[in-house]
């Protein structure tokens, strides 16, 4: 979650959306499971919060992209396939573009997709994150909750 996005959410998705943020990224730290951070152009750099514990975390990444697929022009299928990744707990802002971007592409390169309500949010409101949501329902697993999905 960079900073430039959080302006676009308001204040109580922002700190919905960063607590639960938060619990994943607590569980990847406590399981050894690898986190690559995702950060678009000039969209600022990951909110401190989440920096902070990311920094915890054993196996990590970051990946500057320069599209909002986060496969384009990076080195993130190489940096997961380093990690033996198979399956794609896809967290973030802006769930109706650069999350389904980069969640197309994963889908492409046979990757399972997972995410949860709680994971993602949508700067353009809720019909553009329905949207959103159905695809992710008939493409890979979409949950209410975070906290069994790590």
């Keep these: 979650m960079q900073s430039k ?26 399981k050894n499971i690898p986190i690559v951070v995702l950060e678009f152009g000039d ?8 920096k902070r514990e990311i920094d915890k975390v054993p196996r990590k990444a970051l ?10 022009a990076t080195k993130l299928d190489k940096t997961l396939k380093s990690f033996d990744a198979n399956s794609l707990l ?5 769930a109706s573009y650069c999350v389904l971007e980069t969640a ?3 889908v492409r390169l046979r990757y399972k997709i997972i995410t949860a309500e709680k994971l993602i949010a949508d700067s353009l409101g809720d019909y553009e994150k329905e949207k959103s949501k ?17």
């Design 5 to 30: 996005c959080t302006t676009l959410l308001s204040t109580r998705t922002y700190h919905k959306l960063v607590k639960e943020h938060l619990r994943v990224v607590r569980a990847c730290a406590e």
């Design 43 to 50: 969209w600022g750099l990951t909110v401190d919060v989440l």
């Design 104 to 106: 197309k592409s994963a």
């Design 90 to 94: 896809l967290m973030g802002v802006n």
């Design 63 to 72: 990946i500057i992209k320069p599209h909002r697929d986060g496969f384009i």
């Design 134 to 150: 159905s695809w992710y329902e008939q493409n890979g697993v979409f949950c209410d909750h975070s906290v069994e999905l790590v």
